[in-house]
């Protein structure tokens, strides 16, 4: 892979799985020093931060700040700066979900989700922009969703900070417009992660049908490729955000949906 990260330094938010994992590892890979965040277990954890570790050729720096209190969101783009020198790209990835119909919604789950998927968002870029202004340089990529454009039932808490991501995404662009920094947002639709692909077997159970079935017409109902998004694909949207070719692109809410919003 080409090196257009080489000298950059990154930190990914909920980076020990998933979508983060990918990205971290595509930023290694293309020569970016990279943080990992993430909260788990120990042996999961352990094997994130080897694999990129691997990739950058040198021990990649870990935060397992707890993203829902502001303190630690603050102490982590610190520990960034102190790890690796300077902070050029944030992606502010990690995000939790819950569903429930609005009226049996719970309190903790409401707040849990705004203070990860929207509040964390707002405290790290808030502690990351002074240092890209400072060197002339940044990147803000926020990893919003599909919810973020449209909504869905029983997502109230999950819609709701996903469209403030956006929102937000839009007001940070316009603040940084005059500089060399940009801020935007991926909307992803149904991404291919073990927890996604955990939830087929139960609905095919539902729904009295085959796991194919319950994949294409009951979980990816909303997506009208009928096929996963890869977390590979998110990445590589992730990496030219943040390459040398991208300066222009700014405020943009990014959609890998397979068609979901254009329905
Ligand atoms: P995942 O569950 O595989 O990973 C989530 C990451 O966030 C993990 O590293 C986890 O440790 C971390 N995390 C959770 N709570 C945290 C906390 N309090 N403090 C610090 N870290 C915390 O999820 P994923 O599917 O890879 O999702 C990543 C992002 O992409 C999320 O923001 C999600 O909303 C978004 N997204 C996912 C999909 C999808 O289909 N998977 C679709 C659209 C958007």
């Known amino acids: 892979m080409e090196r257009v990260l080489e000298g950059r330094t990154a930190l990914v938010t909920g980076s020990t799985s998933g979508i983060g994992l990918a990205i971290a590892l595509a930023y290694a890979r293309a020569g970016a020093k990279v943080m990992l965040n993430g909260l788990g277990a120990p042996d999961a954890i352990a094997a994130a931060r080897r694999e990129v570790s691997e990739a950058m050729g040198g021990e990649a720096p870990f935060s ?18 102190g ?43 808030k502690a990351a922009l002074p240092g890209m202004r400072e060197r ?35 007001v940070v662009a316009l603040e940084v417009a005059r500089t060399p920094i940009t801020c935007n947002a991926i909307c992803p639709g149904f991404v291919r992660t073990p927890l996604a692909e955990a939830q087929i077997g139960p609905l095919a159970k539902e729904h009295g049908v085959s796991e194919e079935v319950a994949l294409t017409d009951y979980l ?44």
């Open 136 to 170: 002339g340089w940044g990147r803000v990529i926020n990893i919003a969703s599909a919810h973020g454009l449209v909504a869905s039932e029983h997502k109230v808490a999950y819609v709701t900070a996903k469209h403030g991501v956006v929102g937000m995404t839009k």
């Open 220 to 263: 990816l109902e909303k997506q009208p490729s009928k096929r996963w998004v890869e977390v590979e694909e998110v990445a590589g949207m992730a990496l030219y955000l943040a390459g040398p070719n991208s300066g222009a692109v700014n405020g943009t809410a990014l959609s890998i949906d397979g068609g979901w919003v254009a329905a």
């Open 64 to 81: 397992d700040a707890d993203l829902s209190k502001p303190e630690a969101v603050r102490g982590m783009v610190a520990a960034a700066h």
């Open 83 to 125: 790890a690796m020198g300077s902070l050029d790209i944030l992606v502010n990835n990690a995000g939790i979900q819950f569903t429930a119909p609005v009226e049996s919604f719970p309190d903790d789950k409401w707040d849990a989700i705004l203070a990860i998927n929207l509040s964390a968002c707002f405290h790290a870029t």
